[in-house]
C-alpha cells in the first residue's frame, strides 16, 4: 500500500551546520504521528522539507506516491496534497477572516469566489469561528488567529496536514482550543505529522510517537510503549526532564497506575 508520506534518507543542512542525518520516515494513510524531542533537533526542518519549503542535500520524498522533493509539482499539486500550519499565523492583515480563508483557493485552485466564501464559511464554523467571517486579525486572540490558519490550510482540501508547533506562540490559556481543533481533525480521519511540546496532547492523540534528537529518529513507538517503557537512553533523558513540567501524568499508565 502506498503511504500518505515517506521519507527515504532524507539529509538537510544549513551551510556546515547538519540539521538532519539520513531520516526515514512513514507515515500511513489516516495516521496520526507526533514528533517530540529537544530543540535543535531537525523536527521543524523535516516538516518544511516535507511541504517543499527547504531543499534537501540528499534523499527522498513522497506524498501518495508522488516525489515532491526538488520542485518536481506545481503548487497547485502541492497544495491538495499537504497544509502545513506554522508557529506564527501569517495571516493577512488587512483582510477578514473569511478573505483570508478563501484567497488561496481562488488563486491557487481557480475556484470561484462565491464557492469559495460558502467552503470558508462552513469551514471557519467548523473551527468555532462562524461569528467572525468579517473581523480582521487583529481583533482575534492568538488561538483564535491560529484556528483561522487551521481553517485557511484545510480550504485547499489537502490530504496530508502538517503543524509545526502550533500553540508555541500562545498563551498559556488559549492552547486548549487550538488542540480542541486538532483532536477533532484527527478523529475526522485527516492524516496529521504534529511537531509539539505538547506531550500530554501527542500521548492522548497519536497512533503514534516519534523521538528525535541529533538530526535522527531516536526511537518511535504507540504514545503507551514510548512513554512509559522508552528504550533508549536519550529518549529516557528527555522523558524525565519532561515530566518534571508535565508531572507524573505524563508517565503514568491509564488509570493512575505507574
Given at each position: ?16 551546520l ?49 516525489r ?7 503548487n ?15 495571516l ?6 473569511l ?11 481557480g ?17 468555532g ?20 490558519a ?10 496530508i ?32 505529522l ?20 541529533d ?6 513507538g ?8 522508552p ?6 533523558s ?19 497506575r505507574?
Amino acid at each position: 500500500m502506498v503511504a500518505a508520506v515517506e521519507v527515504r534518507g532524507l539529509h538537510k543542512s544549513f551551510g556546515a551546520l547538519t540539521v538532519l542525518q539520513g531520516v526515514d520516515l512513514r507515515i500511513e494513510e489516516k495516521e496520526v504521528v507526533s514528533v517530540i524531542g529537544p530543540s535543535g533537533s531537525g523536527k521543524s526542518t523535516l516538516a518544511r522539507c516535507i511541504c517543499c519549503l527547504e531543499e534537501i542535500q540528499q534523499g527522498e520524498i513522497l506524498l501518495h506516491g508522488e516525489r515532491v522533493d526538488g520542485g518536481r509539482l506545481r503548487n497547485k499539486a502541492m497544495a491538495h496534497l499537504v497544509g502545513m500550519i506554522f508557529q506564527q499565523f501569517n495571516l493577512w492583515p488587512h483582510l477578514t477572516t473569511l478573505e483570508n480563508v478563501c484567497l488561496a483557493p481562488v488563486r491557487v485552485l481557480g475556484l470561484a469566489p462565491e464557492a469559495a466564501q460558502e467552503r470558508g464559511a462552513a469551514l471557519l464554523e467548523r473551527v468555532g469561528l462562524g461569528d467572525k467571517l468579517g473581523a480582521r486579525p487583529a481583533q482575534l486572540s492568538g488561538g483564535q488567529q491560529q484556528r483561522v490558519a487551521i481553517a485557511r490550510a484545510l480550504a485547499m482540501e489537502p490530504r496530508i496536514m502538517l503543524f509545526d508547533e502550533p500553540t508555541s506562540a500562545l498563551d498559556p490559556e488559549l492552547v486548549g482550543e487550538v488542540l480542541e481543533v486538532m483532536t477533532d481533525l484527527a478523529a475526522s480521519g485527516m492524516t496529521m505529522l504534529i511537531i509539539t511540546h505538547e506531550m500530554l496532547f501527542a500521548r492522548e492523540v497519536s497512533h503514534r510517537v516519534i523521538f528525535m534528537a541529533d538530526g535522527n529518529i531516536v526511537e518511535e513507538g504507540a504514545p503507551e510503549a514510548l512513554f512509559l517503557n522508552p528504550r533508549m537512553p536519550r529518549t529516557k533523558s528527555f522523558l524525565h526532564r519532561m515530566s518534571a513540567h508535565f508531572g507524573t501524568a505524563l508517565v503514568a499508565e491509564e488509570g493512575g497506575r505507574r
